[in-house]
């Protein structure tokens, strides 16, 4: 039996599970691990369809715009985990002008006054650079005021702060440095689309299949009552496994699709499904029962 045709008596074939019992359960693990990554290629592709996109526009900001939020004549040093400048303080790193999206002040650099909590959010800045710190919050969350300009609405986020440490040597950071690693970081970009979707593919597939085989020992106890218990059949509990990984088909179709759709569904749905497909295969036919004409009586009397 192929592959498809597999998937489809997984999901309804009552001949299909009795000849389970004659099968190993290493050719179930098989198919679910087929099955799964198959799906799983399948998600991955529609992802890429978003995420490609995204990746080329963040490669195109980087390469030809990001550069120019850092101003021409700033140079910041660092020497013994201590931050200088060369210019008048508090300075300001402003957003571009048409950029309506982010705060209007994307940096401040303060590293002459004392920090206080107050004195950041009253910069209403997401990003702080003290004398010895990197100040942010915790989320950054953005909201725009009555003439609709972007300002940060950090009431309720924590304060974070990060302490410059580890910095054995003078550090000098200029724009003609920051043009430098923002061009070797964007020529490295091509290599995130495939290596990113492929480890992504990887781990989901792994992840994914790990739980189909420890769901399906739960799902196995769930096919042995219904055999042994329900119907008085002769099984074991390799036969209830292998039953129960074939009957997780239509549940892994199903979830492979509200990861599409991001529809969630309860996982009791799910467990109602399993046991209403369990009832349906593992039915045992009907009895033929051959009836005696009355000629066959009487043969049988003489």
Known sequence: MNFFKKIKASIYDRAFYKSLNEKTVSQSVVY??????????????????????????????VLNKS???YPDELVVTVKDNTVSTNVKEPYFIKTQ???NTLPRNLVVIDTKSTFSEKLFRDYNTPILLTKDSVVTFEKNKVDFDKEGKPFLDNKNSSVMITKIEGIATTTTITKANVTKAINYIGSKMGFITPIGLTLVL???WIVNTVLALLLSIVGAFVVWIIEAQVFKNETNFDHSYKKALHLGTTIILISTLNMI??????????????????????????????????????????
């Open 32 to 61: 679910i691990l087929s099955l799964v990554f198959l799906l799983t290629l399948i998600y991955v592709g529609i992802l890429s369809i978003v995420v490609i996109p995204l990746i080329h526009e963040a490669k195109d900001f």
């Open 67 to 69: 550069h120019t939020y």
């Open 97 to 99: 002008p048409t950029n």
């Open 202 to 204: 990887l781990v989901l």
């Open 261 to 302: 759709t991001t529809f969630t569904i309860p996982a009791i749905v799910y467990l109602v499904i399993f046991i209403t497909l369990a009832y349906i295969n593992l039915a045992p036919g009907k009895k033929h029962v051959h009836h005696h004409t009355h000629t066959e009586h009487k043969n049988h009397q003489s």
